[in-house]
């Protein structure tokens, strides 16, 4: 029997573990194929590096049969060619192997979109007639309405896309009803992506969780090209700039952050939530921007949400080094109601006296609502606050602590006593239930720590989008 005679179960059983390669090359097969897998095929849409022309095909093909674009739930965009891309070469060999150009469909397309003044649909076709992808991405985006998730690689440059997002946040993201997600990277090894730039996603009513890797809240601004008024009526830097973001606007919950540098505290994202779940933030040092990491400003935005915070992880990146604010105490947690996981660096959490210890206890700064602590640690510090973390761990205050989890990093060979120490701590939470897990950051060789880690909160969908 071949596989076209095999009942449609079995069909879509065997589409559940195939890739999209392997899909398109299936549905080529027969049109019984095709009616299949046509679904599948459009549901996760990722428009890479390998197809320059890939933006263009697609337009032509949701454009000419719409019911394609209510099948596609998230799309992925690798970095894509912008008008001041310095890297863009426009040499006239480069478009031979464009897209046949259908000037009556995109004319009519720039034409539907209302918001748009007549100067702007002008500069606009010109692009698209140029093939520059900002300009296509931008007509594309919107006709795909069934969007649950969407995941941007952020070039420099970009602006049709840029005004296609501010305008949406203007007219209340009523293109994207369903969009519950958004990943944005930066797409550069240095610098980062503005965070405002992500700011239209905040006024969508429907997004719940916004991710960014390399992004940066004071970002340095980067020199652009000084392009003629003619050609260019707007610096893409300045598009988003102006849509600020009122307090508690935003129905986001879930907001995740890795090699990220928050000037401001975030305070932008933050107060616009109106009840944040959770928040994490890894700072990212000076390849992201030189602005040094600042916990009182975070603890201060932070606690806009102490009746619903429910995870807390601030954490120093190593490749952050040491900045001025890494030691600030960021301020008492234990009016933060729902807080149900806290991962932080002791010195945030507690403070450092002038003697170089612990300034208060652990135990006075959280609240009785917590089951996982996870502490960043110095090993003497470590040592410094076990009878704390006993006392944490069996005291009827705080019952509903189920697991330490701590990080060290001991720069000398601890000693039989440290060694007994931290061993009697681990029987004493072994004794009331509480797991307590203790890793040396320099012998992570074995990926139990990482693991562990990993468990507790997953990698950042920012920092693992795959474009192909």
Not at 94 to 115: C, S
């Amino acid at each position: 029997m071949s596989i076209i005679s095999l009942p449609l179960e079995l069909l879509h059983l065997i589409g559940s573990n195939l890739d999209q390669k392997d899909i398109r090359n299936l549905i080529s097969t027969s049109h019984r194929m095709h009616s299949v897998f046509q679904r599948k095929l459009y549901t996760n849409v990722t428009i890479g590096l390998r197809n320059a022309n890939a933006a263009q095909s697609f337009l032509y093909a949701v454009a000419r049969n719409p019911g394609l674009a209510g099948y596609v739930q998230s799309l992925a965009l690798a970095c894509w060619e912008t008008y001041l891309d310095w890297e863009t070469n426009r040499e006239p060999q480069k478009t031979t192997e464009r897209p046949n150009f259908d000037g009556d469909l995109i004319r009519k397309l720039v034409d539907e979109a209302t918001d748009y003044t007549e100067e702007e649909k002008s500069k606009w076709l010109q692009d698209l007639e140029e093939f520059y992808d900002d300009a296509w991405l931008a007509l594309l985006i919107p006709r795909l309405t069934g969007l649950r998730k969407i995941g941007f690689e952020w070039p420099f440059g970009s602006s049709h896309v840029s005004k296609m997002l501010n305008k949406a946040a203007i007219n209340g993201g009523v293109c994207f009803p369903h969009l519950e997600e958004v990943n944005m990277c930066w797409y550069d090894t240095e610098n980062a992506v503005r965070s405002y730039q992500m700011h239209p996603f905040f006024k969508f009513p429907s997004v719940r969780k916004v991710s960014g890797w390399k992004v940066a809240e004071n970002a340095k601004e980067e020199e652009e090209e000084e392009v003629e008024e003619d050609d260019f009526e707007l610096k893409p830097t300045e598009i988003l700039k102006g849509c600020s973001l009122p307090p508690k606007c935003s129905n986001v919950t879930d907001i995740d952050l890795s090699l990220c540098n928050a000037a401001g505290g975030m305070q932008q994202w933050i107060q616009a939530c109106k009840a944040l779940k959770s928040f994490r933030i890894t700072h990212g040092g000076v390849l992201i921007s030189y602005d040094d990491s600042q916990p009182r400003k975070l603890y201060n935005s932070l606690s806009l949400h102490k009746s619903t915070l429910e995870a807390v992880w601030f954490e120093h990146d190593e490749q952050g080094g040491d900045g001025d604010n890494d030691d600030e105490w960021m301020g008492s947690f234990v009016d933060f109601a729902a807080l149900k996981f806290l991962r932080l660096y002791l010195p945030n959490l507690v403070g450092i006296n002038e003697q170089g210890l612990p300034a208060r206890k652990i135990s006075d700064v959280i609240p009785s609502s917590l089951e996982t602590l996870f502490l960043d640690i110095w090993w003497d510090w470590f040592i410094d606050v076990l009878d704390d973390l006993a006392e944490i761990a069996t005291s009827r205050k705080f019952s509903k602590i189920a697991t330490f989890h701590i990080e060290t990093c001991n720069s000398k060979p601890s000693s039989p006593e440290e060694d007994a120490k931290v061993d009697w701590l681990q029987q004493r939470c072994r004794e009331v239930g509480v797991a307590c897990h203790v890793h040396d950051v320099r012998t992570w060789e074995d990926m139990e720590g990482i693991q562990l880690r990993n468990s507790l909160w997953p990698q950042c969908e920012a920092e693992d989008l795959e474009f192909y």
